[in-house]
């Protein structure tokens, strides 16, 4: 059973930058393509981006110059780091696995952006 | 980007009636279409995908139709567990985007 745990700071300053790791059990982030997805408050679902074990990446157009993800094979994680926050990036962060419809998710982290 | 917009926006039922669910697309999906479930504090959890495909362990009362532009989820008998927010999510055209949801709450 694949199991996917979001982990990091649960709180980031304005203009800052809110880094996220997605930590995969279960099976190995090779040959999948891996989203990160977000809810603020309030709000639907969002696509941030999508990234292959190779490197591919995919991001949210609305996002594109804030948005870095990265994969780490030897860790078996994927990475999320989104910089100059503001109060609109407050939310909660889901990774998921899959490049389309998406079958595993993991709980979710909630990023609250606030000096 | 592809708008989803989902309808109605809260849907008042009773365990053991029938629930439709639409979502409309501003552009063809083909039938590149998933619908999840979601509950307080839990992630989504897929329940159809390909329009109409059913996902592992769903029960059956759960079934999808459409193509093109014109989605449906249809919930044959409410039983009380299936009250929550429904999303319909387009994978045809990234940015991949969901709809805004649909809450079936109890009547």
């Known amino acids: 059973q694949v199991q996917l745990q979001e982990s990091g700071p649960g709180l980031v300053k304005p203009s800052e930058t809110l880094s996220l790791t997605c930590t995969v059990s279960g099976a190995s982030i090779r040959s999948y393509y891996w989203t990160w997805i977000r809810r603020p408050a309030g709000k639907g679902l969002e696509c941030i981006g999508r990234?292959?074990?190779?490197?591919?990446?995919d991001y949210n157009p609305s996002l594109k110059s804030r948005v870095t993800m990265s994969v780490d094979t030897s860790k078996n994680q994927v990475s999320l780091k989104l910089s100059s926050v503001t109060a609109a990036d407050t939310a909660v962060y889901y990774c998921?696995?899959?490049?389309?419809?998406?079958?595993?998710w993991g709980l979710g982290t909630l990023v609250t952006v606030s000096s | 980007e592809t708008v989803m917009t989902q309808s109605p926006g809260t849907l008042s039922l009773s365990p053991g009636e029938r629930a439709t669910l639409s979502c409309r697309a501003s552009q063809s999906l083909g039938h590149n279409l998933a619908w999840y479930q979601q509950k307080p504090g839990q992630a989504p959890r897929l329940l159809i995908y390909?329009?109409?495909t059913r996902a592992a362990s769903i029960a059956d009362r759960f079934s999808g139709s459409g193509s093109g532009t014109e989605f449906t989820l249809t919930i044959s008998s409410l039983q009380s567990e299936d009250f929550a927010v429904y999303y319909c999510q387009q994978y045809n055209n990234w940015p991949y985007t969901f709809g805004q949801g649909t809450k079936l709450e109890i009547k």
């Open positions: 998921a696995r899959g490049g389309g419809s998406y079958r595993d």
């Open positions: 390909a329009a109409s």
């Open positions: 990234i292959s074990t190779g490197g591919d990446t």
